[in-house]
Nanobody, 119 residues
Framework: VQLQASGGGLVQAGGSLRLSCVVS????????MGWYRQAPGKERELVAV???????NYADSVRGRFTISMDNAKNTAYLQMSSLKREDTAVYYC??????????????WGQGTLVTVSS
């Protein structure tokens, strides 16, 4: 199972970006997908998570500005980021809890994608 994240880049404060994360490989089902971020000198933190049933949860710092969604048919999660602030600058990582069969579920991480918000 592999996760491929994309969509990061440089954006001005107040702007928008959309991140994508595609899960590929031997997949029975995906229970949930999420986005985490790690800023320089800080610990990795949860940004948003979505379950296969479309339940969502957000960090307080991004609620109302970011939207997570999931296309189950494409095994893809998106993070629409709006009203970006300088403090959103970080490497963003996608995460997925994947069932490879009915007996086993594992956690997988994608490579990070850098989001830089300039003033």
């Amino acid at each position: 199972v592999q996760l491929q994240a994309s969509g990061g880049g440089l954006v001005q404060a107040g702007g928008s970006l959309r991140l994508s994360c595609v899960v590929s490989g031997s997949i029975f089902s995906i229970n949930r997908m999420g986005w985490y971020r790690q800023a320089p000198g800080k610990e990795r933190e949860l940004v948003a998570v979505i379950t296969s049933g479309s339940s969502t949860n957000y960090a307080d710092s991004v609620r109302g500005r970011f939207t997570i969604s999931m296309d189950n048919a494409k095994n893809t999660a998106y993070l629409q980021m709006s009203s970006l602030k300088r403090e959103d600058t970080a490497v963003y990582y996608c995460n997925a809890e994947v069932r490879r069969n009915i007996f086993r579920r594992d956690d997988y991480w994608g490579q990070g994608t850098l989001v830089t918000v300039s003033s």
